[in-house]
């Protein structure tokens, strides 16, 4: 049995995974400039993107749906069986709906559509892990309760940010508690819930208390299980890898990659932020 995955960019996978796999199919979000579209990481890089967040007007929007009907078509045709396609949370994007609607009436191939209910290295650590056990030739139907069981237990992705106003410019504000934070310097650290939606884990005062909580969240959640750990970044890349370092001194890292955000999310939360995202591993 041969199974093919795709997935959408806001996963924010790696150019490395990417490659890796032979049967991953990534779809890109879309980018609109002040009303122009651009494929995200495409067509258009994160440096561009936080360049212009506050001089231009810029939006998001789905993948076009041709080029997953394109993918599905390519993987018919190098003879897959199944494909499982997973997707950033509904409840952040609408993506996943537009899928379900494209797929209704989809024939061709058995299809198991997944709501990763998350986004960015929560999303793919979620594809990583389906690529890992089609490797290992597990069943569509055992992969999909494997990213349950890790999108529910063995994982944990939060982040932070310097300002609430990029949330609440791009409709993303969710269940995020906070609209004083930017007089009080209260700094939110936020996560996704069980249904998909932003919400707020802690607030601290500052950024970098937000960091150290952060930091205890995640030795709290794993101690010293060994994990896959990523830091995401806007725009600060040498300050992202000094926290990655420095995690490495309280945490069993297996890999610890450094990741700017993909711009098709950082739209929502601007250049200054941080994100830690991690899975157990055997």
């Known amino acids: 049995m041969k199974t093919a995955i795709i ?133 569509p139907q055992e992969i999909i309760s494997a990213l349950d069981k890790q999108r529910s237990e063995d994982s944990i992705a939060m982040y932070t940010i310097n300002t609430l106003k990029y949330l609440k410019k791009g409709g993303r504000i969710g269940k995020v508690e906070g609209t004083i934070g930017n007089i009080l310097h209260i700094k939110p650290v936020i996560t996704v819930n069980p249904e998909g939606v932003y919400v707020t884990l802690a607030k601290t005062f500052g950024l970098n208390r937000a960091l150290i909580k952060m930091r205890e969240m995640l030795i709290k959640k794993f101690e010293q299980v060994k994990i896959d750990l990523t830091v995401h970044y806007g725009d600060d890349f040498e300050e992202a890898s000094s926290l990655g370092k420095m995690l490495k001194n309280f945490l069993n890292i297996r890999r610890l990659t450094v990741s700017q955000l993909t711009p098709v999310l950082g739209i929502h939360t601007g250049p200054m932020m941080f994100a830690y995202v991690a899975r157990k591993v055997e």
Do not use: C, M, R, W
Not at 15 to 27: P, T
Not at 59 to 74: C, G, H, Q, R
């Open 7 to 139: 997935t959408d960019s806001g996963a924010n996978l790696t150019e490395e995974i990417i490659k890796k796999y032979k049967n991953l199919y990534v779809l890109p979000l879309i980018i609109l400039v002040d009303g122009a579209a651009y494929k995200d990481q495409v067509e258009i890089k994160a440096t561009e993107v936080y360049a212009q967040l506050d001089e231009k007007e810029i939006s998001t929007s789905l993948p076009n749906i041709t080029e997953l009907y394109d993918a599905l078509a390519d993987i018919k045709k190098q003879n897959y069986d199944n494909v499982i396609i997973i997707n950033i949370s509904s409840g952040l994007s609408g993506t996943f709906n537009a899928f379900h609607a494209a797929l209704s009436e989809y024939t061709d191939l058995e299809v198991f559509h997944y709501d990763s209910k998350t986004l960015a290295a929560g999303q793919g650590y979620l594809v990583e892990q389906a690529l890992e056990l089609v490797e290992k030739e597990t069943a």
